[in-house]
């Protein structure tokens, strides 16, 4: 008996956090962390549902809802064994119609739309398999993984033949990780400082000035031995940035992360050229806005870390392209993550990369902020300062009831 | 006494054009041009309003009216003379939203709602002028347009002293130029054979064979002399595209257009150096997001032609950056037209740019294609082949209150 979508809802979920300024940066003044919600509810007996969300900052969440809205013809009515025999042709079809492809493509609040429906489609998936997404993807074969990615606009860079190699080459030794990822979970870094933290992240680009003090103040703190991000949130001009990271280069930064516009290819390589010689690497990828950008960061040797958004990227399927890119060119992918769902996301995604494609963590970490999770069934759950795997099926994204009636926007208890 | 913007109203307009497949090509079936439709209306005692509409080919445009109203905050109660007095502040507001920018950043739904609201303000400003835009933007000095640019992300390419030097080595002509496009107008190219055109259009990209079994056919119609233009919409991947492109070089292509995905600036880069032995340029534009990748295409030398959209990029603002960058690279823009508006639009940017950027005509050419005019209380008029500068105050852009409603999305005569 197939399964068959049945319904798709969608709601405005908004939590206040620009009261606290959780999470505010140079160019994200005053967030109001915010998903489009999807649930797909399906005719099975065992009452199986899948759930996704896209992650925006508030204002314009709407807008992703109305472009949840206009994919739904796309959905209703199909099931779950005929797009998981063809993961690749469900991904062209919910990505390819004709219409809503030109206010894309593949991009802005139409993918952000796309990827919270694909990936409530993996969700249920997942849950029909009765495992966490993590172990369905570690458990599928290269040839079947290869079959779920969309292969247009990036043959120039990787060939499914070239995928499926990679895949196999750490095909007999995915056991002996996924034992590891269980005992010790996956390395995480945090904005602040921590005991057990190795890792930490600071914000740049309001004022070059009160940059290099905090800067100092910062790795006065957390001494030589432990890693500095910087992160300017997109906030410089490619010469600006430039400039910037040479005053700061002696608190030897890991990594500046967005210095420039998310669109700029040759801007990201410029800098990295630029930076090289002073031991920074360039990270980007939370507003990059699908495959084509990432083939290209790559293939112009623009960054060091491969930072892939869960939820800008069209979902699972896309993410799945971008870790194989990124291997191909040797980047480690370290995958953005805070705001709401993002880490409950992304765990997934990085123990997968793991387990499967890289078979190493060195210069890897997933982000992780300690806030919102207690508003979902399956919150991540962190150990020594590390992502220890889900264990529940599905994407770990399902939130409680009582936390979608309280912040839906703008009815709900915590707006009116 | 200042005009202040006193409401914004937003109208899902669409015309079931794919009921007789006006436009489709082998990316986009089956489009219903469409528009989200803005009016500005004011406090003017001259009653003035000010109209503007995002271009979209049907599904979707709903999601650019949710955008254009997240944007209405951000431009009730403001005044007119307020923005014109800085252009470039009003544009930075208006894409600055730190919540709305999530969505983007400058670039889909968002980007596409930015600049049916921009353009309206821009119709707004011309009209209080009492004068068509391009003759409003080309009495500007060269401060004033400089002042109107958002320099962010292009500084590396373009400098605003750059910008002005360019403007200013064409200062002094300016009335010969304008006196002669009052006389001559601007040259247009269609899709298909019409007596008096000298550039046609065939669409490529679904079956090579196919593809050169018409170019032979069309070929033969238009003679030697006559410029033949190809567009693939974005069917290939790059390797594809050399290799098509190749077999249909004999056939004399003046240019390629959108031969692969219009994010991907390296691959229009790659094709462009291995078709340019061959004589054939690289043209694309029309799905290009903004002035970042605009940008990076020209820095690249990936394209030969830049197909600048009115209302994909985030209206006039933005055109005036990409037309001043192109210039700077010695790159014609010839705009994307067609569709719905389209023409009405850029015929004023591209008369501007005779005028005061480029002060010449070589390699360059409006689209024209001939439906949908009716609609508009000042339609485009063509004549011998060429667009004949508008006169009405304004953008052109205003639709008549009749055929507004009979369009209206879903509830208006044709769509009952």
Redesign the interface.
């Known amino acids: 008996m197939p399964t068959r979508i049945t319904g798709v809802q969608v709601r405005d979920i908004r939590f206040p956090t620009s009261r606290e300024l959780q999470g505010s940066d140079a ?6 962390y915010s998903a489009a919600y999807v649930v797909l509810t399906t005719d099975s007996a065992r009452g199986l549902e899948g759930h996704g969300l896209t992650f ?5 969440n ?3 809802v ?2 949840v809205n ?1 994919i739904k013809p796309l959905v209703l009515g199909r099931s779950l064994e005929g797009w998981t025999a063809n993961m690749g042709l469900f991904w062209r079809e919910i990505t390819g ?16 739309a796309t990827a919270a429906v694909v990936n409530a489609v993996w969700d249920l998936y997942a849950k029909a398999e009765g495992k966490p997404l993590w172990k369905l993807l570690a458990d599928m074969t290269p040839a079947q993984l290869v079959a779920c990615i969309d ?6 860079a990787l060939t499914p033949d070239e995928a499926r190699a990679i895949l196999e080459r750490n095909q007999s030794t995915k056991a002996a990780r996924e034992a590891e990822m269980m005992r010790d979970g996956y390395p995480a870094c945090r904005e602040g400082l921590a005991a057990g933290w190795s890792h930490f992240k600071m914000k740049v680009g309001r004022d070059i000035a009160d940059d290099v003090r905090r800067a100092g103040v910062i790795r006065a703190e957390i001494g030589p031995g432990r890693k500095l991000m910087m992160d300017a949130n ?1 906030c410089w ?3 600006t940035a430039i400039e910037n990271m040479k005053r700061l280069a002696r608190f030897e930064p890991w990594w500046i992360e967005e210095p ?8 990201h390589a ?1 800098i990295a050229r630029a930076l090289e010689p002073l031991g920074i690497g360039v990270a980007t990828g939370e ?1 990059c ?2 495959r ?2 990432f ?2 960061l790559l ?2 040797r623009a960054i060091n870390f491969c930072q892939i958004d869960s939820c800008r990227l069209g979902g699972v399927n896309e993410v799945l392209a971008v870790y194989l890119l990124a291997r191909k060119f040797g980047v480690p992918v370290c995958p953005h993550a805070g705001g709401v769902g993002l880490c409950e996301y992304v765990q997934h995604l990085s123990i997968w990369d793991y387990i499967a494609v890289s078979a190493s963590l060195e210069d890897r970490i997933i982000e992780y902020v300690d806030h919102l999770h207690e508003h979902f069934v399956d919150p991540v759950r962190m150990r020594n300062g590390r992502y220890m795997p889900p264990t529940a099926p599905g994407y770990s994204i399902t939130m409680k009831a009582e936390s979608l009636d309280e912040y839906e926007y703008p009815g709900g208890k915590a707006w009116r």
């Open positions: 160019m994200n003044a005053d967030p109001d925006t900052i508030g204002r314009g709407e807008v992703c109305a472009a206009a119609d004709s219409q809503l492809r030109w206010i894309g493509p593949e991009k802005g609040a139409i993918h952000m292969f247009r606009y990036i043959t120039d997109q001009d490619v010469g420039t516009s998310p669109d700029d290819v040759l801007g410029a507003h806005q699908n084509v950008i083939k290209q293939q112009a």
